[in-house]
């Protein structure tokens, strides 16, 4: 699985000129860009600004805010000037994304204050598509962007929507530009990149619907992993994650996360809820890759994430559910402070309270 996205910004730039470049000879000063208070010109110099602005984030590795500058055009630029700018910037970010390390999160609002390579270069993808679109609703052309292209940006900052019959449709409903059928007109957005959390030696990496379907197909999900490949437990919970995502109930907070090791940006196992809280209950699950044991990374993900869930206001208690024949893995929820609460079908229940 390629993570990094540059090439996914590379054809989305392309495609999105190339159907704008059949239509330069008009005024866009004076066209308003679909359903924006722009004009296309605005438009054209907003979708430069935000690529270079991504761009920068990743190459400066900005992590309280964002770089202080901004982008212009010259007032002589005309419209095949705009396009090349915005092309221009666009091959900016998508070196960035190349030369990024896989592990490195630059500073970006939404929701969790941070984004990877591939979290800038899905968010640059969503602008070239969306405001090509505007533009193009503005100026009276058809315009329709590749479906793995809008797939791209779905599955990685737009968790929470549920797939709808084509790509393009469900990513304009998505922005509040379309409509679809049997679903409420969305009047306000925000793309979500995926969780991150902190341990002493390791990240525990929120899982994007993207990383759960390649986890779930054999893939990698983008990752190197320790010993070669993830636990088949791992396999199976990025399946749950993936019918979840069909379902529209994928929330990426309450769901898989993979076990990184920071010295060496090998993953050794995953964790993660069993679905949103409950009556103030959530249930834990986790495994490791078998070349990774031993070295007490189960019990410091497992503090790591239940200090979490505990600490949001919708959880009270974290669950986890051990085979009674499995005892590193009791081992692992005691030294967590997990306490037995019942025994049944061979199976041990234990607790950890707020």
């Excluded at 396999?235 to 749950?240: S, T």
């Amino acid at each position: 699985m390629d993570a990094s996205g540059a090439e996914q910004v590379e054809a989305a730039v392309a495609h999105g000129t190339a159907a704008l470049g059949a239509v330069t000879d008009r005024d866009w000063t004076e066209v308003r860009a679909g359903r924006l208070e722009w004009s296309c010109r605005e438009t054209a110099e907003h979708l430069a600004s935000a690529l270079i602005g991504y761009a920068g984030q990743l190459a400066g590795r900005e992590q309280e805010a964002y770089a202080p500058f901004d982008i212009a055009l010259l007032d002589e630029a005309d419209n095949d000037g705009a396009l090349r700018v915005v092309s221009a910037m666009g091959t900016l970010v998508a070196a960035a994304c190349r030369t990024t390390p896989r592990s490195v999160r630059a500073f970006h609002p939404y929701p969790f204050g941070h984004a990877n390579r591939e979290g800038f270069a899905a968010m640059g993808v969503a602008e070239v598509l969306l405001h090509t679109h505007d533009m193009a609703e503005g100026l009276g052309i058809a315009y329709e962007p590749p479906a793995e292209l809008c797939e791209f940006v779905l599955t990685r900052i737009f968790p929470r929507v549920k797939p709808g019959p084509a790509p393009w449709p469900t990513l304009l409903w998505a922005t509040g530009r379309g409509e679809l059928e049997g679903r409420e007109p969305v009047t306000e957005w925000r793309w979500c990149n995926n969780p991150v959390l902190r341990s002493e030696r390791l990240d525990l990496e929120g899982v994007t619907p993207a990383v759960a379907a390649s986890l779930s197909l054999a893939g990698d999900g983008g990752f190197t992993w320790a010993g070669g490949a993830p636990a088949e437990g791992t396999r199976v919970g990025a399946g749950i994650g993936v019918k979840q995502y069909e379902e529209g109930a994928f929330v990426p907070e309450w769901g898989m996360y993979v076990l990184v090791r920071r010295e060496d940006d090998r993953a050794v196992g995953a964790m993660g809820f069993h679905g949103a809280p409950a009556d103030g209950r959530v249930e834990i699950g986790y495994d490791l890759v078998v070349e990774a044991r031993g070295n007490g990374y189960a019990t410091e993900a497992l503090r790591t994430l239940s200090a979490w869930a505990l600490g949001q206001d919708a959880v009270h208690t974290v669950v986890a559910v051990v085979e009674e024949t499995n005892v590193p893995s009791q081992k692992v929820v005691t030294r967590a402070g997990f306490t037995e609460v019942s025994r049944q079908d061979d199976r041990i229940t234990y607790e950890l309270r707020a």
